[in-house]
């Protein structure tokens, strides 16, 4: 049999500890796609390592997306100043 060590598996298990998910609160069979209701409160929930619990409350998609990726809204780095094309040949150039 090719079972992993179970010490691989715990590792992978509690890698995924603290792992926050958006869940819309609007009656129906269950979740579904995010985009379905943009403006429908979500309740944020953090798994546990065995469950998932209550974390947070998000007034809609947007706020959702600001708690769940806080690294996106940060400004990106610089980038540099405009390059022009330098003289030469090459192949995506017009014969002169």
């Known amino acids: 049999m090719d079972d992993e060590p179970l010490s691989e598996w715990a590792e992978r298990r509690d890698a995924k500890i603290g792992r926050l998910r ?30 998932w619990e209550p974390h947070g409350f998000a007034s809609n998609l947007a706020e959702a997306k600001r708690i769940l990726y806080p ?26």
């Not at 690294?71 to 002169?96: D, F, M």
Request: no cysteine.
């Open 71 to 96: 690294e996106a809204t940060t400004p990106p780095a610089a980038v540099p100043g405009y390059q022009p094309l330098r003289p030469g040949r090459g192949r995506h150039r017009k014969p002169q």
């Open 22 to 51: 958006a869940v819309p609160l609007v009656p129906g069979e269950g979740p579904r796609g995010s985009h379905l209701n943009p403006d429908a409160p979500r309740a944020i929930q953090r798994w546990n390592g065995y469950a």
